[in-house]
Each structure stands twice: as C-alpha cells, then as structure tokens.
C-alpha cells in the first residue's frame, strides 16, 4: 500500500543524545515536510523540502536538521536532544504540482528525558 | 502570531445532529484551505478542500464554507456520525506557497 512509513513509532531518549527520525514515501512526490505537534499549538513545521537535493526552514528549526539525499527519504535528526523536543513528530509529503493536499505518516512519539 | 485559529478547543455534538467546527485567519494572502481529521496514533487524513474562488465546497456530509470578508472558514458535518469523533485541524496555504499553517486543532466528541 503507497504512503508514508515513520520509524520508530515512538522512543524514550536521554537528554543530550542523538536521534535520527526516518520517514519514507512510495508516492514519488516532490516535496516532503516534517511537523510537530504539541497540544494547542496544532502542527508546526519544522523543515521542508521542495525536491531531492534541497531543503528549508520552517517555523521552529532550531535544533533540528534534515536531508534530503533522494526523492523517497526525509531523515529528521536531533543532534543533541532537550526536553523541549518532547513531541509527536510528523512527517507528509505532497506532489507539488498544482493544489495537492499533503498525505501525512503515522508519527513518531518522541519524549526526552 | 497565530495565523489561523481554532479558537473551540472541543466540541460536543449529538448524533445525527449537524457539528460546525470554526476556523479564523488573519493572513489576506491565504488562497487555499484545507480541513484534515486526526484520530489518535495515527497521522492527520484529508478531508476537504477549498479554494479562495469559491464560497462553498461540498462533498457527501462534508461541507466547508469560506467568508474571505470575515476571514472565517468553517466545516459542516451533517448528519454527524460516531465515527466522526477526532481532532479537526484547518491548515491554509499562501499563493505560490507549499508550506501550509495549520490551527490549534478542535477535538470534536459525537454522542449516541
């Protein structure tokens, strides 16, 4: 079945650690977005790239960083994790041409301790 | 700066009732506006779109209704379902622009 596959589902991490969340898609689309969501504040983006080989910020970037190697895979990395990041992590991608709604993973569920 | 506002956290509907879940934004260059539905442990689907050309978009118990004077969007559910118990977030795109700004989310609760 096409779509958007994130892994893992959900990690306990130690503040000050590394993590990398991975998300790929079947669908071939051009763009891929990574979001967080937090309780009253919705979704907010925190990378996105346009296709394979670029990448932008978002609304809160800071301490996050993505690449964007091919068309199918979107890692998002902490390169030292803090409380703060404790969020559900989403990833969606959407093929770029014309008005297309983004198809969105299952999330991942982050929490740092 | 919010710029598009779920200002109802939660919303509680009888059965069979319609449920009107309202959407504000405060960007004039905003064309495009989506409505997605998230249920918990999963990602958010797409629901129904509509573009700023038109005042009213329709699809089987879905509608959405835009008023670009008020800045003001809403989603009509009718008749409401039990299944239709989720979080229902609205999300608006400028033109030219992918990047989409997404509301606070309303978490709709159908009674039987």
């Known amino acids: 079945i096409a779509g958007i596959t994130q892994a893992p589902t959900s990690q306990i991490l130690a503040a000050g650690r590394r993590m990398t969340l991975r998300c790929t898609q079947d669908m071939r689309h051009n763009a891929m977005y990574w979001y967080r969501q937090d309780l009253g504040l919705g979704l907010r983006l925190i990378h996105y790239s346009n296709t394979a080989g670029t990448t932008g910020k978002g609304e809160v970037p800071d301490g996050y960083s993505v690449s964007r190697a091919n068309t199918d895979d979107f890692p998002l990395t902490l390169a030292s994790a803090v409380p703060s990041q404790t969020s559900v992590y989403f990833c969606?991608?959407?093929?770029?041409?014309?008005?297309?709604?983004?198809?969105f993973g299952d999330g991942t569920r982050l929490s740092i301790l | 700066d919010q710029q598009v506002k779920q200002n109802s956290p939660s919303l509680s509907v009888q059965e069979g009732r319609i449920s009107i879940l309202n959407c504000d934004y405060t960007n004039s260059m905003f064309d495009y506006f989506l409505w997605y539905k998230k249920y918990p442990a999963e990602g958010p689907t797409f629901l129904i779109s509509?573009?700023?050309?038109?005042d009213k978009n329709e699809d089987g118990r879905f509608t959405v209704f835009l008023n670009k004077s008020a800045k003001h969007l809403s989603l009509h559910i009718v008749p409401s379902q039990p299944g239709d118990s989720a979080v229902y977030f609205c999300a608006a795109r400028s033109e030219g622009a992918q990047k989409l700004v997404f509301g606070q989310g309303t978490r709709l609760t159908i009674n039987p």
């Open positions: 969606a991608s959407e093929h770029s041409l014309g008005r297309q709604p983004q198809h």
């Open positions: 509509i573009s700023s050309i038109k």
